[in-house]
């Protein structure tokens, strides 16, 4: 899980006291400082690891069509999974290249800006967060860059979990019209599972990247940083 970290630096005022010959001190502590600070759960990390590359090389099949299509001279060896997909789903295949349907590069051309958006974000956290002592695989940003990189990792999250909502609703409402065709085992294996995962992980990180947000702000509002769990 995304956490919310806490940094404090005490600070101590030392009085001292002459009553009849006798010295006394205290040493009250002043309230520490709260600072907000970022670190990605291994989980959010392996999705990047995951869907990014994957995100790419579909963009990369839907923007270049009709060359990454069967008998295009970009489908093999790269885009040949394509293949079965586009018959699973006719949005990716012929049926709706020849009907000049725009939905599928207009969401292509989306996963470009959501990718760009999730890129930013890590090269945020690779080049700017800073190394936790005893723990090589943990790294955390603090101050702007981790306010920067979880705003636009969130605005990037909401984006493409809405995109995928759209995704299943144009389907909705066509009446199934490019995925009817399919038997029930064949949806669930190669069209509701697939497509299912771009709803879990988006809905995720919007859950724990969105906490952080509200975190920061009631800390900065506050003074009193609340931990996420």
Not at 145 to 166: C, E, Q, W
Request: proline share 6%; hydrophobic share 45%; glycine share 8%.
């Amino acid at each position: 899980m995304v956490t919310t970290r806490s940094a404090s630096k005490a600070a101590t005022t030392r009085t001292t006291t002459t009553t009849g010959g006798s010295s006394s001190s205290s040493t009250p502590s002043t309230a520490p400082p709260k600072l907000w600070a970022h670190a990605p759960s291994r989980l959010t990390l392996l999705w990047f690891a995951v869907s990014l590359p994957l995100v790419i090389w579909d963009s990369g099949y839907v923007l270049l069509r009709p060359l990454t299509m069967e008998g295009g001279p970009l489908h093999w060896p790269v885009y040949a999974p394509y293949k079965l997909y586009g018959e699973v789903d006719h949005v990716y295949g012929w049926k709706a290249f020849h009907a000049r349907n725009g939905f599928t590069s207009a969401q292509g051309a989306l996963n470009v800006v959501e990718t760009a958006m999730y890129l930013v974000y890590v090269c945020i956290y690779l080049g700017s967060g800073a190394a936790v002592p005893g723990r090589a695989t943990t790294r955390v940003l603090s101050g702007r860059p981790a306010a920067l990189a979880v705003v636009t990792a969130f605005s990037a999250a909401v984006m493409t979990l809405s995109k995928t909502v759209l995704y299943w609703l144009q389907e909705y409402f066509s009446g199934f019209d490019n995925i009817g065709h399919n038997s029930l085992q064949d949806l669930i294996l190669l069209w509701i599972i697939p497509n299912g995962l771009w709803l879990i992980f988006p809905s995720y990180l919007i859950y724990v990247m969105g906490g952080e947000i509200v975190d920061g702000l009631t800390a900065a509002s506050t003074g009193t940083a609340v931990k996420s769990e």
